[in-house]
């Protein structure tokens, strides 16, 4: 008799062990302690599968040859349009991806009344885990100033670069800024702002090699080089990457609570604009080459690291055929471009011809509502399976974290 009583209070006692046990969630239910949130910029789901495409070709094979973040156990559609727009624009699909609320194009973390918005990183950020930012366009750009600061209007870049200082976000990596002395290059340096408020600010990836930094740390690229990283395209050995930022991150926010990166490929979305195909095709393995990094660490931390991939919207429309071209794409055709085009009107025809060559249509050269695919896999990656608005995003980020949204 008391042996039974012993057994059943025992029973009723013990703690819960485990928890839920979700598919994708690699290993139980443990809180998400590393993530990652990637951006493409303007990155839609045509021109995923076309670099598919163009991936299997280029190895001889039909069909398509799958980037890392395809094959992520977990996918979802994601709708993108703003609040006074059915199209939305990078400021306001930003900001809801900051905040989880939507406001009109062109504004940044604020309301439609210009309410302030407090973004996700700074939620991450008061509950003691480091932040990074990294985009491969200037810091002041709609994407990840949605992350770290407030204004009414996204053109504002001096005013939104002022902002970056103040964060405290441990990591800031990128193209450094639009006017980092105002406009009439009269008002102070962002860069001597940033090392006042404690940054160590380095310039190129060979000035980093002196061993940890202890602090906050920006890397932008070497003197001389100013503004957004080149192309994949473009680029000469020693331009800095999305991937060699994102490794340095990695190495300077490593540590004991944990770190939240976010981080954009900016230029997908500045090909897609030119209806540059082959241009936006190497963005995006580049930009894949970068999440190659953040799977390496997902597979040594398997239980506490959360890897998402994601747009904020579609850019040019890329239709994957064209009236009278047949049912196979002729990829070799691109083969030729050897740089980036422009933006101007004569390289128009250049690009309009080869994109008829390749069997391939543009319908825009602006953004368009389609759905982005988030893809994702690691620690609480169950919760971004299915249809979701771009507003849910951060507030399940936070759940993953168990941060209270
Ligand atoms: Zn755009």
């Known amino acids: 008799m008391k042996k039974a009583i012993i057994i059943l209070l025992l029973f009723f006692t013990l703690p819960v062990i485990g928890g839920s046990n979700n598919p994708g969630e690699g290993g139980g239910s443990k809180k998400a302690k590393y993530v990652f949130f990637f951006i493409g910029d303007g990155m839609g789901i045509q021109q995923v599968s076309l670099t598919e495409n163009y991936l299997a070709e280029q190895n001889g094979v039909n069909g398509r040859e799958l980037l890392n973040f395809s094959k992520f156990p977990v996918t979802g559609l994601v709708s993108t349009y703003s609040e006074n727009a059915d199209i939305t624009c990078s400021a306001a699909a930003g900001t809801a991806m900051s905040t989880g609320s939507k406001t009109n194009n062109g504004m940044l973390a604020m309301d439609t009344d210009t309410n302030r918005l407090t973004s996700i990183a700074y939620k991450i950020h008061n509950s003691g885990i480091p932040v990074g930012i990294v985009s491969t366009v200037t810091l002041d750009h709609a994407t990840p100033a949605?992350?770290?600061?407030?204004?009414?209007?996204?053109?504002?870049?001096?005013?939104?670069?002022?902002?970056?200082?103040?964060?405290?976000?441990?990591?800031?990596?990128?193209?450094?800024?639009?006017?980092?002395?105002?406009?009439?290059?009269?008002?102070?340096?962002?860069?001597?702002?940033?090392?006042?408020?404690?940054?160590?600010?380095?310039?190129?990836?060979?000035?980093?090699?002196?061993?940890?930094?202890?602090?906050?740390?920006?890397?932008?690229?070497?003197?001389?080089?100013e503004g957004d990283l080149p192309y994949a395209i473009d680029r000469r050995n020693?331009?800095?990457?999305?991937?060699?930022?994102?490794?340095?991150?990695?190495?300077?926010?490593?540590?004991?609570?944990?770190?939240?990166?976010?981080?954009?490929?900016?230029?997908?979305?500045?090909?897609?604009?030119?209806?540059?195909?082959?241009?936006?095709?190497?963005?995006i393995i580049d930009f894949a080459d970068a999440i190659e990094i953040a799977y390496q660490f997902y597979l040594e931390h398997p239980d506490e690291t959360l890897i998402i991939v994601t747009s904020d919207h579609d850019t040019g429309g890329l239709g994957l055929g064209r009236k009278g071209a047949g049912s196979n794409f002729k990829l070799k055709e691109l083969d030729v471009q050897v740089k980036s085009f422009a933006a101007d009107s004569t390289s128009e025809e250049a690009i309009e011809s080869l994109n008829r060559a390749a069997g391939l249509g543009w319908t825009t050269n602006g953004h368009t509502a389609s759905d982005v695919i988030i893809y994702s896999t690691g620690a609480g990656s169950y919760r971004f399976s299915g249809k979701m608005d771009n507003t849910d995003i951060p507030r399940r980020i936070l759940e993953a974290m168990k941060i209270k949204f």
């Open 146 to 225: 949605a992350f770290y600061a407030n204004f009414p209007d996204r053109r504002g870049y001096y005013e939104i670069a002022l902002q970056l200082p103040e964060s405290g976000f441990e990591f800031f990596g990128g193209g450094g800024f639009v006017n980092p002395k105002g406009k009439e290059k009269d008002k102070a340096d962002i860069y001597s702002l940033m090392e006042e408020k404690g940054y160590t600010v380095v310039r190129g990836l060979n000035n980093l090699t002196a061993g940890k930094v202890s602090g906050k740390l920006a890397l932008f690229q070497e003197s001389g080089k």
């Open 238 to 283: 020693d331009d800095l990457t999305l991937k060699d930022m994102l490794k340095a991150a990695i190495d300077h926010l490593y540590g004991k609570n944990g770190f939240f990166i976010m981080a954009e490929g900016g230029k997908i979305d500045w090909a897609a604009h030119n209806n540059d195909t082959k241009t936006t095709m190497l963005e």
